[in-house]
T-cell receptor, first 113, second 114 residues
Framework: GDSVTQMEGPVTLSEEAFLTINCTYT??????LFWYVQYPGEGLQLLLK?????DKGSNKGFEATYRKETTSFHLEKGSVQVSDSAVYFC????????????FGTGTRLTVIP | DGGITQSPKYLFRKEGQNVTLSCEQN?????MYWYRQDPGQGLRLIYY???????QKGDIAEGYSVSREKKESFPLTVTSAQKNPTAFYLC?????????????FGPGTRLTVL
């Protein structure tokens, strides 16, 4: 079945550090891949997405590249800010069926000044 | 402003009582979804609806019920049959139910059963 495996947290970084959060997936078809962010006490916000192999999603300085050969969609940011502190979820939607999202367990990021 | 609203933000109920969580969207989206989030876990799909008057069970539908009488509304009832109902509940919608369509989430309702 479809699944997403995410790097376990929590992750603590100093401001302006480089961020990588690993995400790998298993899917029977050719999924679309997403990164969502959840700030404390709030719902999820879409951060970026990629719908086919080699696509790069980007938003607010975050990037992730859809790598079919390694079944990965790692999230990166060159210089994190305190305001990036949140929980990040990797997710996939399999093109073979209804638009159901399969989520990773989330990675909590804390950025300290 | 367009978006998804969930009410209330916090909800407390006694064990054995049914409770209904509201979800409304004004995005003119066809598809709507309910997820449950537990501490330290990802989201799990409870129910989804691709069109008015139609809905399907997700991975953890037992103890829950839904209705979709209007395009903009998708209420979730947590019944007394749900063994561990305390959780954070998130509603989402997407333009269509086609795979890959972006889902947009509401702010969530935190349900605590005492």
């Amino acid at each position: 079945g479809d699944s997403v495996t995410q790097m376990e947290g929590p992750v603590t970084l100093s401001e302006e550090a480089f961020l990588t959060i690993n995400c790998t997936y298993t899917a029977t078809g050719y999924p679309s891949l997403f990164w969502y962010v959840q700030y404390p006490g709030e719902g999820l916000q879409l951060l970026l997405k990629a719908t086919k192999a080699d696509d790069k999603g980007s938003n607010k300085g975050f990037e992730a590249t859809y790598r079919k050969e390694t079944t990965s969609f790692h999230l990166e940011k060159g210089s994190v800010q305190v305001s990036d502190s949140a929980v990040y979820f990797c997710a996939l939607s399999d093109h073979g069926g209804a638009n159901n999202l399969f989520f990773g367990t989330g990675t909590r990021l804390t950025v300290i000044p | 402003d367009g978006g998804i609203t969930q009410s209330p933000k916090y909800l407390f109920r006694k064990e054995g009582q049914n409770v209904t969580l509201s979800c409304e969207q004004n995005l003119n989206h066809d598809a709507m979804y309910w997820y449950r989030q537990d501490p330290g876990q990802g989201l799990r799909l409870i129910y989804y609806s691709q069109i008015v008057n139609d809905f399907q069970k997700g991975d953890i539908a037992e103890g829950y019920s839904v209705s979709r009488e209007k395009k903009e509304s998708f209420p979730l009832t947590v019944t007394s049959a749900q063994k561990n109902p305390t959780a954070f509940y998130l509603c989402a919608s997407s333009m269509a139910a086609g795979a890959g369509d972006t889902q947009y989430f509401g702010p969530g309702t935190r349900l605590t059963v005492l």
